[in-house]
């Protein structure tokens, strides 16, 4: 019985010191942007003097009002592109037999692992030739490419565990491949569509390096890159209370998007693991 109880008090001990790892970053963060002046170089757990000056700051200087959204449009639209993308795809994957399925599928998966400097700078040829350089486009497309293999993975995954009894009877009542995607097999795939499109949301909120190499002007940045170029009063001044703020700003709506959706993205990265 002892023995069980210090099982527990460890386990219980190594779940509280994983979250202080984990939520402390973004802990600072907080109390860092709610100080100013010289307080900010004062190690404490608690602000001395509550302002909410370096929000102001942010919010008010120069277009990150502007990049936030730029950043809501680019992500919104990856995640309808590679969503659109990837339910066609994994069904064919799924469904679908023909010859060189399984490489195919490996294939996908191995693009993910290349580094995207190692595509930097074919994309940006790609992105020249299209007219899409300093546009949203360009960043949607290399978002979207980056995107496609894990949705097509996760996706695939789920939709081969579904019941092939279920297609079929749409097939006998004369139900096109396009309608048994739409309005057979979607209404079953929310937990994976929330997963994939949540993470893809999150990727393409993120990403910086596509990001600074394919945007030019500050009317056509990106969150991350905006707050990169965030600049003090000087060139020898980093304003860290804005950069903070900043951060807070743009990381609080993921974390409640994660929160209400949560159950959904377990069920989603699980579909598949348990066989019956």
């Known amino acids: 019985m002892q023995q069980v109880w210090w ?3 460890l386990f219980y001990a190594g779940v509280v010191l994983i979250v202080v790892i984990a939520v402390y970053p973004f802990y600072y963060a907080v109390i860092t942007s709610l100080e100013s002046g010289t307080a900010l170089f004062t190690p404490n757990f608690l602000p001395e003097m509550i302002t909410f000056q370096n929000y102001v700051n942010v919010l008010t200087q120069g277009a990150f009002v502007r990049s936030i959204g730029n950043s809501i449009l680019i992500a919104g639209v990856t995640v309808c592109f590679a969503l659109l993308l990837a339910v066609t795809a994994s069904y064919a994957l799924s469904r679908v037999r023909f010859r060189g399925r399984g490489l195919l599928l490996m294939t ?6 290349f580094p995207q400097i190692a595509v930097l700078s074919g994309l940006y040829e790609l992105v020249n030739l299209l007219g899409l350089y300093n546009t949203p486009w360009a960043l949607v497309l290399s978002y979207t490419i980056f995107t496609l293999p894990f949705t097509v ?6 939709m081969r565990d579904l019941p092939i009894e279920i297609e079929e009877a749409a097939i006998v009542d004369g ?11 979607l209404p079953l795939l929310w937990p994976a569509l929330v ?7 999150i990727g393409a909120w993120n990403e910086f390096l596509f990001a600074l190499t394919f945007t030019i002007s500050e009317t056509q940045r990106t969150v991350p ?10 060139q020898q001044e980093i304003p860290w209370g804005s950069i903070m703020a900043a ?3 743009v990381t609080v709506p993921l974390i409640v998007l994660v929160l209400i959706f949560q159950r959904k993205i377990v069920a989603g990265l699980t579909a598949g693991g348990v066989k019956g």
């Open 153 to 158: 993975w996760v996706l695939t995954t789920f």
């Open 108 to 113: 996908i998966l191995g693009v993910s692992m």
């Open 225 to 234: 890159v905006a707050i990169a170029l965030l600049s003090g009063a000087s």
């Open 195 to 201: 997963t994939t499109g949540l993470l893809a949301f």
């Open 247 to 249: 951060s807070v700003i």
């Open 7 to 9: 099982k527990t008090a």
């Open 175 to 185: 139900a096109s491949p396009w309608v048994i995607i739409t309005q057979v097999f």
